[in-house]
């Protein structure tokens, strides 16, 4: 079995900065891409950031130059440096992995989310 744990979340105002983590834990031979989604009340979930194995990024363009996604792999964890954050961004973020386990199976997990508000 696998699980994706993130902490991080909370209140900031706007301007202010957060930084989220996602450890993924369990019967894990390797993991491709990472990434960051997010959920606000009443929209559709909505990718943020996405890291491949091999380090290349993409962002939504609404947060590029804000954010900011890496990785740890000997820790298997990603995070998301949230710079500069606007009202807009309030939402739940959402880790999701693509893992494949010791069985040799790969699936996409998430993780169950942590909410970010940021007030104005």
């Known amino acids: 079995q696998v699980q994706l744990v993130e902490s991080g979340g909370g209140l900031v105002q706007a301007g202010g900065s957060l930084r989220l983590s996602c450890a993924a834990s369990g019967s894990i031979f390797s993991i491709n891409t990472m990434g960051w989604y997010r959920q606000a009340p009443g929209k559709q979930r909505e990718l943020v950031a996405t890291?491949?194995?091999?380090?290349?990024?993409n962002y939504a363009d609404s947060v590029k130059g804000r954010f900011t996604i890496s990785r740890d792999n000997a820790k298997n964890t990603v995070f998301l440096q949230m710079n500069s954050l606007k009202p807009e961004d309030t939402a739940v973020y959402y880790c999701?992995?693509?893992?494949?386990?010791?069985?040799?199976?790969?699936?996409?997990?998430w993780g169950q989310g942590t909410q970010v508000t940021v007030s104005s």
């Open positions: 999701k992995s693509i893992i494949t386990t010791t069985a040799r199976i790969t699936l996409q997990y």
């Open positions: 890291i491949t194995s091999g380090g290349n990024i």
